[in-house]
């Protein structure tokens, strides 16, 4: 058999009551939190009674400054543990990411820099390489060939010179 659905009239029932539950919680939660800050106060915070001479006035100077050393001191240390957390979860989510094999490569930008640039990058500024591409060229000479130049003179010659047998040797000769 088919399970009874709940009528509208028992849903905004259960829905006013959750609601009402939910606020009657959150006020509980507001009332211990403000609590719980009175007493911190209380504890930490004593009242302040105001000297009326001078040196119990120094004196109380000074004791407010050591407290603040002290919490200045606390809190450095709650931050650097926190930075290396915060490292040590980034370091983390990497390998996570290496292990599932799937990275993005990131689209990289396109940078203009020069040679001398890139180099003070890779070694540091204490290193100063000026380097001139240009210098460091091999200087080449253009060879300008001088083919031989047929004379063109009378073709009738050249016919005749390649005429009969001795012309005919003469030109194998000549590729050869």
Not at 30 to 38: L, P
Request: aromatic share 2%; glycine share 4%; net charge positive.
């Amino acid at each position: 058999m088919s399970e009874k659905k709940m009528t509208s009239s028992r849903r905004h029932h259960l829905k006013s009551m959750m609601l009402q539950r939910g606020q009657q919680l959150q006020e509980a939660e507001a009332k211990q939190a403000e609590v719980d800050k009175e007493r911190y106060m209380e504890e930490n915070c004593p009242s302040l009674d105001l000297p009326t001479c001078m040196q119990e006035l120094q004196d109380l100077c000074k004791k407010l400054h050591q407290q603040i050393d002290a919490v200045d001191e606390q809190r450095y240390d709650i931050e650097s543990k926190v930075t290396k957390a915060n490292k040590e979860v980034e370091d983390l989510k990497i390998k996570v990411q290496d292990l599932k094999g799937k990275f993005k490569k990131p689209a990289l930008k396109k940078v203009r820099m020069s040679a001398d640039a890139m180099l003070q990058a890779l070694l540091g500024s204490k290193h100063k390489v000026s380097m001139d591409l240009r210098a460091n060229l091999k200087q080449v000479k253009k060879e300008v060939k001088e083919e031989e130049k047929e004379s063109v003179g009378d073709w009738r010659k050249n016919i005749e010179d390649k005429a009969g047998m001795d012309g005919r040797k003469k030109m194998f000769e000549s590729e050869a």
